[in-house]
């Protein structure tokens, strides 16, 4: 029975952790929805990301229900809420790990897509939609970059494509493409009118495209995602093992009880 004692405190240890993680993951779910400068946002499709992150706020809230489970029934010695918890478990590991391996296996289409989604925001939706507007302001002012792979491609934006604005041979860049602590005065004078046959002066205008930044920081992201992940689903299967123990034993710790 002492075997059996320890194995319950453990289970409990694991689901508390599970009950951390579940609140934690929600936070982070919420902060990287509300935050527009955070790069995951050119890895899919605005709708697509959003798709992605209510599954994974689905596997969160389960998460924390099923540490729930997990406490209350070694507590109270209910193998269904310990089974219910088993199997809630068992579907957020194979959740975690086939969306892993499916990140892992189209890693290069993610990089071509984010390098095109960039590309796009740039030339074709900064002026028609408000919410990449202000991705992207966001993104150059606070990474300190300007346009996808160089402040030049500001001259290629939809408009000039067209022919639509009065002075097809001149473009305008972004405000947020200024260096910091550039009057006001100054950003506009640079940043307004500029000549498709004249280079920015990168005295006032971040050089860097933000692009290349962007790929570093989704790489880095991912790095830290990928040893996160593998942490928490090794807890997990754990977590698994345990509870498959404690649902065999439990019947016959209730029967030595009676």
Known sequence: MGCYSCMKYLFIFLNIIYL????SAIIVIIWTLLDPSIPLHFTQEPDDFTIAASIYFIVAIMLILLSILGIYSVCKESKC???LSFSLLLIIIVVQVASGVWIWVNKDTLDEFTHA?????VQVNYDT??????ILDTIQSKMHCCGADNPMDWSRNKDINLGIIS?????N?????????????QCEAHTKSIKIS????????????CYILIREKVINSLTIIFAVFGSVVGIKLLGLFIGLILAFSMNSSN????
Do not use: F, H, M
């Not at 002075?167 to 473009?171: D, G, R």
């Open 20 to 23: 951390i993680l579940g609140i």
């Open 81 to 83: 809420a310990l089974v």
């Open 117 to 121: 989604s960039v590309k796009r925001s």
């Open 129 to 134: 939609n408000p919410n990449i507007k202000q």
């Open 167 to 171: 002075k097809p041979t001149e473009y």
């Open 173 to 185: 860049i972004p405000q947020s493409c200024c260096r910091e602590n550039i009057a006001v005065s």
């Open 198 to 209: 004249e280079i920015p002066n990168y005295d006032y205008i971040y050089d860097k495209g």
């Open 255 to 258: 029967r030595y009880k009676s």
